[in-house]
T-cell receptor
Framework: DADVTQTPRNRITKTGKRIMLECSQT?????MYWYRQDPGLGLRLIYY???????NKGEISDGYSVSRQAQAKFSLSLESAIPNQTALYFCATSGTLRGDSYNEQFFGPGTRLTVL | GEDVEQSLFLSVREGDSSVINCTYT??????LYWYKQEPGAGLQLLTYIFSNMDMKQDQRLTVLLNKKDKHLSLRIADTQTGDSAIYFCAEQNYGQNFVFGPGTRLSVLP
């Protein structure tokens, strides 16, 4: 089974609709992230959470909100979707490897969101 | 703020070496990473280098770090069609967030 799962994998919605993207992880990591990917722009950080009670805005948080329901779950909401939120959204977790202090990020498979 | 830059496209012939370059601005970066994204998938860590190293080799992959110029490169020897993907450079200041480059799309021609 995948360590980081995202639902849905694809979603088409209309302008003004509320939509939630969900992420679950079985890595046992405290840190979770939401990114969006746009061609030529790479990954941009929307929100991140270093533990259940810690939520932080990233580079492009406007128009988005998040909820960290449990250590393993981190959901992203678009309260009123707009067409320029059409993108590929990735959830990620990170942890510290044994015997090394670097942090590897583990990514989910992505959610392709289209806002019409 | 921190910035990571990469060229967007690279084409090589199968069997040749590929070199993907990256520049970053944060002089306090502790770790630098290369991630690979295959079509329809999330990113996967390929390799990383600690900032006090200048080279790391892992099978067909060689990472070179020039900390003075804030330049990172990834060399893939004997490039295969399965290496076709988008490669992301990322930097991290220890304990902080990751900053990703825009990704380089590597196309391997037969």
């Amino acid at each position: 089974d995948a360590d980081v799962t995202q639902t849905p994998r694809n979603r088409i919605t209309k302008t003004g609709k509320r939509i939630m993207l969900e992420c679950s992880q079985t890595k046992g990591h405290d840190r979770m992230y939401w990114y969006r990917q746009d061609p030529g722009l790479g990954l941009r950080l929307i929100y991140y959470s270093f533990d259940v009670k810690d939520i932080n805005k990233g580079e492009i948080s406007d128009g988005y909100s998040v909820s960290r329901q449990a250590q393993a779950k981190f959901s992203l909401s678009l309260e009123s979707a707009i067409p320029n939120q059409t993108a590929l959204y990735f959830c990620a977790t990170s942890g510290t490897l044994r015997g090394d202090s670097y942090n590897e990020q583990f990514f989910g498979p992505g959610t392709r969101l289209t806002v019409l | 703020g921190e910035d990571v830059e990469q060229s967007l496209f690279l084409s090589v012939r199968e069997g040749d070496s590929s070199v993907i370059n990256c520049t970053y601005t944060d002089s306090s970066s502790t770790y630098l990473y290369w991630y690979k994204q295959e079509p329809g998938a999330g990113l996967q860590l390929l390799t990383y280098i600690f900032s006090n190293m200048d080279m790391k080799q892992d099978q067909r992959l060689t990472v070179l770090l020039n900390k003075k110029d804030k330049h990172l490169s990834l060399r893939i020897a004997d490039t295969q069609t399965g290496d076709s993907a988008i490669y992301f450079c990322a930097e991290q200041n220890y304990g902080q967030n990751f900053v990703f480059g825009p990704g380089t799309r590597l196309s391997v021609l037969p």
